[in-house]
């Protein structure tokens, strides 16, 4: 059978199938079950006689979401919580890589542009940072210590404050995805403008290691985070421009729920960057190198880790669980 042949004949049936598992309507389990059963055989049939046609990866992502929602065990309900970070975000991740890569893409591009910017323009950090800040900042330096604007107020003052603050961005960058990903990007580019130029002026001053040392220690997981969230604004913008086969009002729903959820996962990573903040970077100065870095390369690769490459593990495991269990089930 042709490729096309084949789409058009079973075409109904996995739209059919997709909406009831996307929109939880699970009120005949059994019934459910022998249709997951069928697109298992369907997507075995597209990988062999198919093997590079996209319509495998969306039978993939059709059986992998309906074994998460009828194979459920009585365990994994009990532990929804530790499901929800340990498989259901890293899926959610994996089907949305690219909107992760975008958001990278684009934060690479207005912060290098925050750089540039700095460099051929002497005036360009102070209007972005304010005079005042600046002014503080090369007081700073003159008193060889650049980052001790971290080391004012007190711990849990700094914490609670910084993680507000940043817990707030993320919601801003998410929320403003309504206006079709926009939004985002413009919350996106003023703070990577503002990073950007910020860096540099370290680096102009001939302390941009000490920057380095310091900033970084709770910068890796908050930037990194904030990129996160600007990828779950153009999941919720994409859902509003491109639709597909959905209306504009069910697409959004959906964009909705996906965005909130990897919103919400990098909510343990901002509370941790704010901690680090409050109670750690205050003492970068009198910290050895290999500690500071090590902090930074740990916190680094936990969340690079977690959102870059664990989807891929959680996604291989899930489709070797989905073969054995259509298997099983034509046995």
């Known amino acids: 059978m042709r490729e096309v042949a084949f789409i058009k004949q079973n075409k109904e049936k996995w739209l059919k199938f997709e ?87 684009v934060f690479s591009l207005f912060t290098a542009i925050g750089v540039i910017s700095a460099a051929n323009d002497g005036e360009f950090v102070r209007s972005i940072l304010g005079d005042a800040y600046v002014n503080m900042t090369l007081e700073n330096i003159e008193a060889g210590d650049p980052v001790a604007v971290y080391k004012s107020g007190s711990n849990w003052g700094s914490f609670i404050g910084i993680t507000v603050n940043n817990l ?26 503002m990073l950007g130029s910020f860096q540099y002026f370290f680096y102009e001053k001939e302390v941009f290691w000490e920057s380095v040392r310091g900033i970084w220690i709770h910068g890796a997981m908050e930037i990194f985070a904030i990129v996160i969230e600007a990828a779950a604004g153009l999941i919720l913008g994409a859902s509003i421009l491109f639709p597909g086969t959905y209306s504009r009002m069910e697409s959004f729903k959906r964009g909705v729920k996906v965005g909130v959820k990897i919103l919400i996962s990098t909510f343990p990573f901002t509370f941790s960057a704010g901690f680090l903040e409050g109670f750690v970077t205050r003492y ?25 490459m664990y989807p891929f593990v959680v996604q291989k495991k899930m489709q070797q669980s989905i073969l054995t269990s259509g298997r099983l089930n034509e046995v």
């Not at 403003?176 to 996106?188: A, C, K, N, R, S």
């Not at 970068?284 to 870059?308: E, W």
């Open 284 to 308: 970068s100065n009198v910290m050895p190198n290999f500690l500071s870095v090590g902090i930074i390369l740990l916190t680094l690769s936990l969340i690079g880790y977690y959102y870059l």
């Open 168 to 193: 707030k961005v993320g919601l801003i960058a998410f929320i403003l995805g309504v206006f079709g990903g926009f939004g985002t990007l413009w919350v996106l580019f003023k703070n990577c403008i």
């Open 19 to 105: 909406k009831a598992i996307f929109n939880d309507d699970l009120k005949d389990p059994d019934a459910l079950a022998s249709e997951y059963i069928q697109i298992i055989n369907d997507l075995s049939y597209a990988q062999t006689f198919y093997p590079k046609s996209k319509i495998i990866g969306y039978l993939n992502q059709l059986a992998a979401k309906a074994f998460q929602k009828i194979y459920k065990t009585k365990r994994e309900d009990t532990n929804r919580i530790v499901g929800f970070w340990k498989t259901e975000v890293p899926l959610l991740t994996y089907q949305y890589r690219k909107f992760i890569y975008i958001a990278f893409a």
